[in-house]
């Protein structure tokens, strides 16, 4: 017999007693867990004797045999019970419940202040609370299961409470909703760690490397590793200790037995392995070794994932660092509803950083409800090792969770109504099926799909709605303001009590009027354009179908044409890229000028030239449209000029002389073509002849000289004998003939003073000369005079008395002087431009001269300007001649031109912007001479006035404030009468020059415009 007084000395004789000793108790308490693994018998002295425990039981009987005589047994703190025995080991004289594989969890081996974590798979039916007594430092994660169902959790024991052979007996309290039932943990700590020796698991190639948390081992872990063949399902926990060591456990059956050395484990167990162990799974085995070195690769212990609510958790980020040697391998998730990207095989260098990225896929809609701590979730496998990753996941999804994105109305106008169908899409974020109704809140707004609507689970549905915004439908209450309009139940999605009714938010914008541009002309023409001609002009036609002015901008994309000016509209700004104004319902014509012709473009078929870009600005409705410019160019006939052909006097029956044709091509093209002639006594040239633009040609023309014998005597004028072919418009030649008897009279030899092309600002002036042949016995006498004022004799005289001697010739020259320069450019005949009048004769001589252009053809629009503003005005120059000028311009002080010179080309009009330089006046004025062109023998003036308003504006410009409204655009106006205080307003720097110029009005047939004031120079 024993006899014990501590409770340390009763924990020794337990140990140390042979088998089916007594053990005596003297009286007193025994505190702690008392573990009988041999048949003994303990004896106490009744009440005196008490063997006590907190919250947990209080022995634990591991051997047959074992009998309490007059010992108490009592739990503090919390009742329950108090003697716990393995199956056969029932002890007599207390009551003790016997352990089953349902409520013992065998933590087996474990070693001396080593932390302990192990997965434990727990059925409820119900919420269930975990709470653990009879073990310090023991907890469980999650200690609360929220539904009923299968759960993994994890019992963490700290190290510390691990201490060198102590036997442990914990209780695990299971409050599953009204019911209470408990499961015991048992196991022993060892008296010494074993020897430090890394060791892992050897599967065929592999080498597993369990972390210390652990790894539960499933079948899609070793289909990983290439052994796709064994039954789905988990088999065993196998984790790492920090010594080397390597512990097992089955947390529940596994789909096939697993034996460790050949002896069957049991579920529920956890067990040490050693070195060289065997475990073995059906026709596998895993070999326990040693490692030949440890792990050179830094990986997280967790992934966790946010909880999977109404979205699938964002992809958690896997890192893989490697340390002083190099990896390559793969990424492979062990479970089917986890994806890894990227996929295949990675190779890192040493010291290096690679990131996967591993996510929930569609599998993951299928889990139910609850916690998952995935042990090995992620296996890292490369150069023939394999580590894990654990994955943490909560799904809490609900049956129904809708999620509606605000809706976006768009934009409407005040005013403009608007119609449009939008889509209303619901998603569906919860596990069940759901149905309801939509309704709209506003009167504008419209349900089109049919109701009710149904959607599926973890699913989108669209239901389609319309926006109907007509404002003169609207009421009083219903008015839209401008502006943002944020409706937080523009639509209801009715649940009719499955679920609470859901607002659906939207959004409207509401703007101000604005004009709204409609495009009226898609495309334009310029149809039969020439070369050499006045340049076509068409027209866009638009119209503004909107409450509000519109406004943008027009512009040639290439240049070949120029918006000039609009009609019913407004433009304003660049030339090259005006801004438009076009009125509230309003349709405005855009006049568009052709500006010049491509060089080598086909005739006769249709060209793209350009296109002009219409955009409006900001203020106005978005538009942006093209209009294509394209262009027919044709080839016409030019038209011609010709002179009277003249046949130089000739005597009945003598051979005549040829005479000469001039020709002069007025334009606008090359002339090609023959003469054709009318009278069979004409003998004209068979070719074809080439005349260029502004050119003059010169062709003989003979006579027929057996068929002249029936034309009469004398001077005979035969109209139209002659003809053009290929010509603009027909060209009828005259042709008149002179011939003679014997003379016995005065004859006139030079019926026609042909004076060609002249040019009268040549220093040696043009002349012809005039023959009069006396045959007459006697001396004849006769006067001569001029009647063209551009013509002259040698001398002042114009006119002088003639003396002819009998059988003689008298010639006298006649000129051209300066006054042909008033003459257009063209070819002018005058039938009597000198008459020679004697007793009883009187001859009249006709002139023909063509003149060239030697001083510019120009026309000034308009010929008067007014400055009413600081903003300038636009003078047009056109060049109607058909060469080429150069103009200089130049005005007073006060008045400043964009241009000095300008080049216009034949037919060309350019601008000249024309403003106030306030600075250099002080009073209201007119001046005649304002703006002054001048170019070779020619000046031009246009007058200019300032009136009041330009000059208060230029004063409200000093003193205005920064963003004052811009001063009101310059008016072109008509000539005012001059008022008898002008000379009173005159500015201060005006000259006595400037107030009263010379001026002679050029008002030249060919101009069609309003003349401006010009001088010869």
Same mark, same amino acid.
């Given at each position: 017999?024993?006899?014990?007084?501590?409770?340390?000395? !009763?924990?020794?004789?337990?140990?140390?007693?042979?088998?089916?000793?007594?053990?005596?108790?003297?009286?007193?308490?025994?505190?702690?867990?008392?573990?009988?693994?041999?048949?003994?018998?303990?004896?106490?002295?009744?009440?005196?004797?008490?063997?006590?425990?907190?919250?947990?039981?209080?022995?634990?009987?591991?051997?047959?045999?074992? &009998?309490?005589?007059?010992?108490?047994?009592?739990?503090?703190?919390?009742?329950?019970?108090?003697?716990?025995?393995?199956?056969?080991?029932?002890?007599?004289?207390? $009551?003790?419940?016997?352990?089953?594989?349902?409520?013992?969890?065998?933590?087996?081996?474990?070693? %001396?202040?080593?932390?302990?974590? !192990?997965? !434990?798979?727990?059925?409820?039916?119900? @919420?269930?609370?975990?709470?653990?007594?009879?073990?310090?430092?023991?907890?469980?994660?999650?200690?609360?299961?929220?539904?009923?169902?299968?759960?993994?959790?994890?019992?963490?024991?700290?190290?510390?409470?691990?201490?060198?052979?102590?036997?442990?007996?914990?209780?695990?309290?299971?409050?599953?909703?009204?019911?209470?039932?408990?499961?015991?943990?048992?196991?022993?700590?060892?008296?010494?760690?074993?020897?430090?020796?890394?060791?892992?698991?050897?599967?065929?190639?592999?080498?597993?490397?369990?972390?210390?948390?652990?790894?539960?081992?499933?079948?899609?872990?070793?289909?990983?590793?290439?052994?796709?063949?064994?039954?789905?399902?988990?088999?065993?926990?196998?984790?790492?200790?920090?010594?080397?060591?390597?512990?097992?456990?089955?947390?529940?059956?596994?789909?096939?037995?697993?034996?460790?050395?050949?002896?069957?484990?049991?579920?529920?167990?956890?067990?040490?392995?050693?070195?060289?162990?065997?475990?073995?799974?059906?026709?596998?085995?895993?070999?326990?070794?040693?490692?030949?070195?440890?792990?050179?690769?830094?990986?997280?212990?967790?992934?966790?994932?946010?909880?999977?609510?109404?979205?699938?958790?964002?992809?958690?980020?896997?890192?893989?660092?490697?340390? *002083?040697?190099?990896?390559?391998?793969?990424?492979?998730?062990?479970?089917?509803?986890?994806?890894?990207?990227?996929?295949?095989?990675?190779?890192?260098?040493?010291?290096?950083?690679?990131?996967?990225?591993?996510?929930?896929?569609?599998?993951?809609?299928?889990?139910?409800?609850?916690?998952?701590?995935?042990?090995?979730?992620?296996?890292?496998?490369? #150069?023939?090792?394999?580590?894990?990753?654990?994955?943490?996941?909560?799904?809490?999804?609900?049956?129904? #969770?809708?999620?509606?994105?605000?809706?976006?109305?768009?934009?409407?106008?005040?005013?403009?109504?608007?119609?449009?169908?939008?889509?209303?899409?619901?998603?569906?974020?919860? @596990?069940?099926?759901?149905?309801?109704?939509?309704?709209?809140?506003?009167?504008?707004? &419209?349900?089109?799909?049919?109701?009710?609507?149904?959607?599926?689970?973890?699913?989108?549905?669209?239901?389609?709605?319309?926006?109907?915004? &007509?404002?003169?439908?609207?009421?009083?209450?219903?008015?839209?303001?401008?502006?943002?309009?944020?409706?937080?139940?523009?639509?209801?999605?009715?649940?009719?009590?499955?679920?609470?009714?859901?607002?659906?938010?939207?959004?409207?914008?509401?703007?101000?009027?604005?004009?709204?541009?409609?495009?009226?002309?898609?495309?334009?023409?310029?149809?039969?354009?020439?070369?050499?001609?006045?340049?076509?002009?068409?027209?866009?036609?638009?119209?503004?179908?909107?409450?509000? $002015?519109?406004?943008?901008?027009?512009?040639?994309?290439?240049?070949?044409?120029?918006?000039?000016?609009?009609?019913?509209?407004?433009?304003?700004?660049?030339?090259?890229?005006?801004?438009?104004?076009?009125?509230?319902?309003?349709?405005?014509?855009?006049?568009?000028?052709?500006?010049?012709?491509?060089?080598?473009?086909?005739?006769?078929?249709?060209?793209? !030239? $350009?296109?002009?870009?219409?955009?409006?600005?900001?203020?106005?409705?978005?538009? *942006?449209? +093209?209009?294509?410019?394209?262009?027919?160019?044709?080839?016409?006939?030019?038209?011609?000029?010709?002179?009277?052909? +003249?046949?130089?006097?000739?005597?009945?029956?003598? %051979?005549?002389?040829?005479?000469?044709?001039?020709?002069?091509?007025?334009?606008?093209?090359?002339?090609?073509?023959?003469?054709?002639?009318?009278?069979?006594?004409?003998?004209?040239?068979?070719?074809?002849?080439?005349?260029?633009?502004?050119?003059?040609?010169?062709?003989?023309?003979?006579?027929?000289?057996?068929?002249?014998?029936?034309?009469?005597?004398?001077?005979?004028?035969?109209?139209?004998?002659?003809?053009? +072919?290929?010509?603009?418009?027909?060209?009828?030649?005259?042709?008149?003939?002179?011939?003679?008897?014997?003379?016995?009279?005065?004859?006139?030899?030079?019926?026609?003073?042909?004076?060609?092309?002249?040019?009268?600002?040549?220093?040696?002036?043009?002349?012809?000369?005039?023959?009069?042949?006396?045959?007459?016995?006697?001396?004849?006498?006769?006067?001569?005079?001029?009647?063209? $004022?551009?013509?002259?004799?040698?001398?002042?005289?114009?006119?002088?008395?003639?003396?002819?001697?009998?059988?003689?010739?008298?010639?006298?020259?006649?000129?051209?002087?300066?006054?042909?320069?008033?003459?257009?450019?063209?070819?002018?005949?005058?039938?009597?431009?000198?008459?020679?009048?004697?007793?009883?004769?009187?001859?009249?001589?006709?002139?023909?001269?063509?003149?060239?252009?030697?001083?510019?053809?120009?026309?000034?629009?308009?010929?008067?300007?007014?400055?009413?503003?600081?903003?300038?005005?636009?003078?047009?120059?056109?060049?109607?001649?058909?060469?080429?000028?150069?103009?200089?311009?130049?005005?007073?002080?006060?008045?400043?031109?964009?241009?000095?010179?300008?080049?216009?080309?034949?037919?060309?009009?350019?601008?000249?912007?024309?403003?106030?330089?306030?600075?250099?006046?002080?009073?209201?004025?007119?001046?005649?001479?304002?703006?002054?062109?001048?170019?070779?023998?020619?000046?031009?003036?246009?007058?200019?006035?300032?009136?009041?308003?330009?000059?208060?504006?230029?004063?409200?410009?000093?003193?205005?404030?920064?963003?004052?409204?811009?001063?009101?655009?310059?008016?072109?106006?008509?000539?005012?009468? %001059?008022?008898?205080?002008?000379?009173?307003?005159?500015?201060? /720097?005006?000259?006595?020059? /400037?107030?009263?110029?010379?001026?002679?009005?050029?008002?030249?047939?060919?101009? +069609?415009?309003?003349?401006?004031?010009?001088?010869?120079?």
């Amino acid at each position: 017999m024993l006899e014990v007084r501590s409770a340390a000395e !009763l924990r020794a004789a337990l140990r140390n007693a042979p088998p089916h000793s007594l053990i005596s108790l003297a009286a007193g308490e025994y505190g702690g867990l008392f573990i009988f693994d041999k048949p003994l018998t303990l004896r106490g002295l009744g009440r005196q004797t008490v063997l006590w425990r907190q919250a947990a039981p209080v022995v634990y009987v591991r051997a047959p045999e074992v &009998h309490f005589e007059h010992v108490g047994i009592e739990r503090t703190v919390q009742a329950g019970v108090t003697v716990l025995h393995q199956a056969g080991c029932a002890p007599s004289g207390v $009551d003790s419940m016997q352990l089953t594989e349902e409520t013992l969890i065998n933590l087996g081996e474990l070693l %001396p202040n080593a932390p302990l974590s !192990l997965p !434990l798979r727990l059925s409820v039916n119900a @919420r269930t609370e975990l709470t653990v007594t009879g073990l310090h430092g023991a907890r469980f994660e999650p200690s609360v299961l929220p539904t009923g169902g299968t759960h993994w959790v994890v019992l963490s024991i700290e190290g510390q409470s691990l201490q060198r052979g102590a036997v442990l007996l914990g209780e695990v309290t299971v409050r599953e909703g009204d019911q209470v039932r408990h499961i015991w943990l048992s196991g022993t700590v060892l008296d010494q760690t074993p020897p430090e020796k890394l060791l892992c698991l050897a599967v065929k190639k592999h080498r597993l490397y369990p972390p210390l948390r652990g790894m539960l081992l499933s079948s899609a872990h070793f289909a990983a590793l290439g052994i796709p063949n064994l039954p789905e399902g988990d088999y065993c926990f196998v984790q790492g200790d920090p010594s080397g060591a390597l512990f097992l456990f089955l947390p529940q059956t596994p789909p096939l037995p697993i034996k460790l050395n050949n002896v069957p484990l049991e579920r529920g167990v956890r067990r040490l392995l050693h070195e060289h162990d065997q475990l073995s799974i059906g026709d596998l085995t895993l070999q326990v070794v040693q490692a030949a070195e440890a792990p050179d690769l830094e990986l997280p212990a967790t992934l966790r994932f946010a909880p999977f609510i109404d979205r699938v958790p964002e992809p958690v980020p896997l890192v893989l660092q490697t340390l *002083k040697t190099g990896w390559k391998g793969e990424i492979v998730a062990s479970a089917p509803y986890l994806s890894v990207m990227p996929e295949g095989q990675f190779r890192v260098p040493p010291n290096r950083m690679h990131t996967w990225q591993v996510s929930l896929n569609e599998k993951a809609l299928n889990l139910p409800n609850a916690e998952y701590f995935l042990s090995g979730g992620i296996l890292v496998v490369g #150069s023939g090792q394999v580590y894990s990753v654990d994955v943490q996941l909560s799904i809490q999804r609900p049956e129904v #969770s809708l999620h509606v994105q605000p809706l976006d109305l768009g934009q409407v106008e005040i005013g403009w109504q608007a119609e449009r169908t939008l889509e209303l899409a619901i998603t569906n974020f919860g @596990r069940s099926a759901w149905s309801g109704e939509v309704y709209a809140t506003r009167s504008w707004l &419209h349900v089109l799909s049919p109701m009710p609507v149904r959607g599926s689970a973890w699913a989108e549905i669209g239901v389609q709605v319309a926006l109907r915004l &007509h404002w003169e439908a609207l009421g009083e209450s219903e008015q839209l303001s401008s502006g943002v309009h944020e409706i937080p139940n523009a639509f209801i999605i009715d649940g009719r009590g499955a679920f609470p009714d859901i607002a659906v938010p939207a959004r409207l914008e509401v703007l101000p009027p604005c004009g709204h541009l409609r495009l009226l002309t898609d495309s334009v023409r310029f149809d039969e354009v020439e070369r050499n001609l006045d340049l076509p002009s068409a027209f866009i036609e638009v119209r503004n179908e909107g409450a509000a $002015d519109w406004y943008g901008t027009l512009r040639a994309e290439r240049g070949w044409v120029q918006i000039v000016e609009a009609y019913e509209a407004e433009l304003s700004g660049e030339i090259s890229a005006p801004t438009l104004r076009v009125p509230p319902l309003q349709t405005a014509r855009i006049r568009l000028e052709l500006l010049d012709i491509p060089e080598s473009i086909p005739v006769e078929e249709p060209v793209a !030239l $350009d296109e002009v870009l219409i955009e409006s600005d900001p203020r106005s409705a978005p538009f *942006k449209a +093209s209009v294509p410019i394209s262009m027919i160019l044709v080839e016409r006939p030019p038209f011609m000029a010709a002179q009277t052909v +003249s046949f130089p006097p000739f005597v009945h029956g003598e %051979p005549p002389s040829e005479a000469i044709l001039r020709l002069y091509n007025r334009g606008p093209s090359v002339w090609r073509g023959t003469v054709q002639r009318h009278a069979a006594w004409l003998a004209v040239p068979k070719e074809v002849f080439e005349c260029a633009i502004g050119k003059t040609l010169e062709i003989p023309i003979g006579l027929h000289e057996r068929q002249i014998g029936a034309l009469p005597l004398g001077v005979s004028r035969h109209e139209a004998a002659l003809s053009l +072919s290929n010509v603009r418009e027909p060209v009828p030649i005259a042709v008149q003939l002179d011939i003679r008897e014997v003379p016995r009279a005065p004859i006139l030899e030079t019926p026609l003073l042909n004076f060609g092309v002249v040019n009268p600002l040549h220093a040696e002036p043009a002349f012809e000369t005039v023959r009069l042949l006396n045959a007459a016995p006697k001396a004849w006498h006769g006067t001569v005079r001029l009647t063209a $004022d551009w013509l002259s004799f040698e001398t002042a005289r114009r006119a002088f008395d003639l003396q002819v001697p009998p059988a003689s010739i008298v010639e006298f020259k006649v000129l051209v002087n300066a006054q042909a320069l008033a003459l257009p450019s063209d070819v002018h005949t005058l039938q009597e431009a000198l008459i020679i009048e004697g007793a009883d004769e009187t001859f009249t001589i006709a002139a023909q001269i063509a003149l060239p252009e030697l001083v510019p053809q120009l026309s000034l629009t308009p010929a008067h300007l007014t400055l009413s503003s600081l903003k300038p005005v636009k003078l047009k120059l056109t060049n109607r001649g058909e060469r080429e000028w150069t103009l200089n311009l130049s005005s007073p002080p006060w008045v400043a031109l964009s241009l000095s010179e300008v080049t216009l080309e034949p037919k060309e009009t350019q601008s000249v912007e024309v403003r106030l330089v306030a600075e250099e006046i002080a009073f209201a004025w007119q001046e005649p001479r304002g703006v002054i062109i001048s170019s070779t023998g020619r000046e031009w003036a246009v007058a200019v006035e300032v009136t009041e308003g330009a000059l208060k504006a230029a004063k409200r410009a000093k003193t205005a404030p920064l963003g004052a409204p811009p001063l009101e655009s310059a008016s072109v106006q008509p000539p005012a009468e %001059p008022t008898p205080s002008a000379a009173e307003n005159a500015p201060a /720097q005006a000259s006595a020059e /400037q107030s009263a110029p010379p001026a002679v009005t050029d008002n030249t047939p060919a101009e +069609s415009s309003a003349a401006a004031e010009s001088t010869d120079a």
